[in-house]
């Protein structure tokens, strides 16, 4: 599965350059939401609630916001957002194919315009060589199309928060950019 890759210093970039500061994401996206009267809708593993919490903080957000599912088993992946047991047995719960079948999952429970999905490794412990600490799959699902990003954060040794906290905020921006 294709997927575009986006490091940490290129997401430093990218906020750096639009003028955005990381803190302001959730209130630019129920803005841009409510503007265009679309719903999005949230499925977390590795951030655990963070983009559902990032995004409830800010008043006005029930406009725009109806689910999030913080889906850290694989059977709740399975049950809930009808992830395929032969995706994860196949490419494991870290991999585009899951994050893609969450975002799509969480966008048809919602009845939502957009699903957006985690799924990684924050850390400290779980990584792999061939998904090392600080990998991330995102997953933004529309009635059009389906696409995956890969966080690559492994290059600075964050902490499990911080892989957090950039993960969902890389996650926001994504969904921001696809709307």
């Known amino acids: 599965m294709e997927y575009t890759v986006i490091t940490q210093k290129d997401f430093e970039l990218i906020l750096q350059n639009e003028s955005i500061e990381a803190d302001s994401l959730a209130k630019l996206l129920i803005k841009k939401l409510e503007d265009k009267g679309m719903k999005v809708a949230v499925a977390e593993s590795c951030t655990g ?98 696409r995956v990003i890969k966080a690559d954060f492994t290059a600075k040794k964050n902490n499990r928060d911080k892989n957090r906290q950039l993960s969902a905020y890389l996650a926001i921006y994504c969904v921001i950019a696809s709307i």
């Open 49 to 146: 609630g963070l983009i559902s919490k990032l995004l409830t903080d800010e008043a006005g957000v029930s406009e725009v916001y109806d689910c999030g599912v913080c889906s850290y088993a694989n059977h709740i992946k399975e049950k809930v957002l009808g992830v395929k047991d032969k995706t994860l047995k196949d490419f494991g719960a870290v991999s585009p194919q899951t994050a893609c079948e969450m975002a799509q999952g969480v966008r048809l429970l919602a009845n939502a315009d957009v699903g957006v999905s985690t799924t990684g490794v924050a850390g400290p412990t779980g990584g792999t060589p061939e998904k090392p600490v600080g990998t991330v799959f995102i997953g933004i699902s529309t009635k059009d199309e389906t």
